[in-house]
């Protein structure tokens, strides 16, 4: 089956400094990539669709300038938390749609986990 | 808005069936969803129905679709300890249907 990688699967990081995670579909093209939030025993909360050479379409109450989406190819999506504080520590998942519009052939990364000192 | 609920914990005996309940409030649902997480892992898509559909099965598991009620369930047959994980009902509908609206999540733990 279809495989998305996420790098890094865990970081820590200082208040204050800003952290790019990764998120590649290793074995298709992804037009569209999605990133998700999760906070400790609660569900996945979308925050941004990106789309491959153009700005992502970020969720109502999640800061664009705060939570950078660069989608530069068909495989690679990046998410840079700016100036990272630990409100921000979270569990991060992107997912990968393989084919436009189909949500039952979206697949997920393994996820990263950010703690912010 | 979007809602989808489901109950937070599920504690069912080693080989017994596993049923997990949702509900959800959008009318437009398109495509419904059951999702596994193991601890630290990222997703997996278990199985999904379409709307216009009451049930599926695939192997041990056994999706029910109660459109009147919006109403969704996942009946895990001959639970093993494998199957231990938090089980997420999500939708989307026809006009988005990328956007996948999830619920809260229900864990799965297995006595033995």
């Known amino acids: 089956g279809a495989v998305v990688s996420q790098h890094p699967s865990r970081v820590i990081c200082k208040s204050g400094t800003s952290v790019k995670i990764e998120c590649r579909s290793l074995?298709?093209?992804?037009?569209?990539m999605f990133w998700y939030r999760q906070f400790p025993k609660q569900s996945l909360m979308l925050m941004a669709t990106?789309?491959?050479?153009?700005?992502?379409?970020?969720e109502q109450g999640v800061e664009k300038d705060k939570f950078l989406i660069n989608h530069a190819s068909l495989t690679l999506s990046t998410l840079t938390v700016t100036s990272a504080h630990p409100e921000d520590s979270s569990f991060y998942i992107c997912s990968a749609d393989e084919s436009r519009g189909k949500a039952e052939t979206q697949y997920f990364g393994p996820g990263t986990r950010l703690l912010v000192l | 808005g979007e809602d989808v609920e489901q109950s937070l914990f599920l504690s069912v005996r080693e080989g017994d069936s596993s049923v997990i309940n949702c509900t959800y409030t959008d009318s437009s649902s398109t495509y419904l969803y059951w999702y596994k997480q193991e601890p630290g892992a990222g997703l997996q898509l278990l199985t999904y129905i379409f709307s216009n559909m009451d049930m599926k099965q695939d192997q041990r598991l056994t999706v029910l679709l109660n459109k009147k009620d919006k109403h969704l369930s996942l009946r895990i047959a001959d639970t093993q300890t494998g199957d231990s994980a938090i089980y997420f009902c999500a939708e989307s509908d026809y006009s988005s249907a990328s956007k996948i609206i999830f619920g809260s999540g229900t864990r799965l733990s297995i006595r033995p």
């Open positions: 990106s789309n491959e050479g153009s700005k992502a379409t970020y």
């Open positions: 074995d298709f093209q992804a037009t569209t």
